[in-house]
């Protein structure tokens, strides 16, 4: 059975930065592709970011390209997720998953997701 703890999430002010770990177990990390989502308040989830297993590609959706980061550590079975300059759009539960663009209703599992919220 896939685990996967998503931890790092907290409150933030405008033009901050949070960076995400994702901790994955019960399967082979380094052969899978990553990814991070996020489910904003109301909204569906969505992809966000992915990364293939070796973490030498890597795509982002728009509105985080140029202040987001994918990254990958395949001997500690983890992902990260560097946010820099957040906004308000940017609230949202995090999680993590397997698969490189992959939309979010392709996933029967999650896990419990870390919570980011960006507010003065």
């Known amino acids: 059975q896939v685990q996967l703890v998503e931890s790092g999430g907290g409150l933030v002010q405008p033009g901050g930065s949070l960076r995400l770990s994702c901790a994955a177990s019960k399967f082979t990390f380094s052969i899978y592709s990553m990814s991070w989502y996020r489910q904003p308040p109301g909204k569906e989830r969505e992809l966000v970011a992915s990364?293939?297993?070796?973490?030498?590609?890597?795509n982002y959706t728009d509105s985080v390209k140029g202040r987001f980061t994918i990254s990958r550590d395949n001997d500690k079975n983890t992902m990260s997720l560097q946010m820099n300059n957040l906004q308000s759009e940017a609230t949202a539960v995090y999680y993590c998953?397997?698969?490189?663009?992959?939309?979010?209703?392709?996933?029967?599992?999650w896990g419990p997701g870390t919570q980011v919220t960006v507010s003065s």
């Open positions: 990364i293939s297993s070796t973490g030498y590609s890597t």
């Open positions: 998953n397997r698969g490189y663009g992959v939309a979010a209703t392709r996933h029967d599992y």
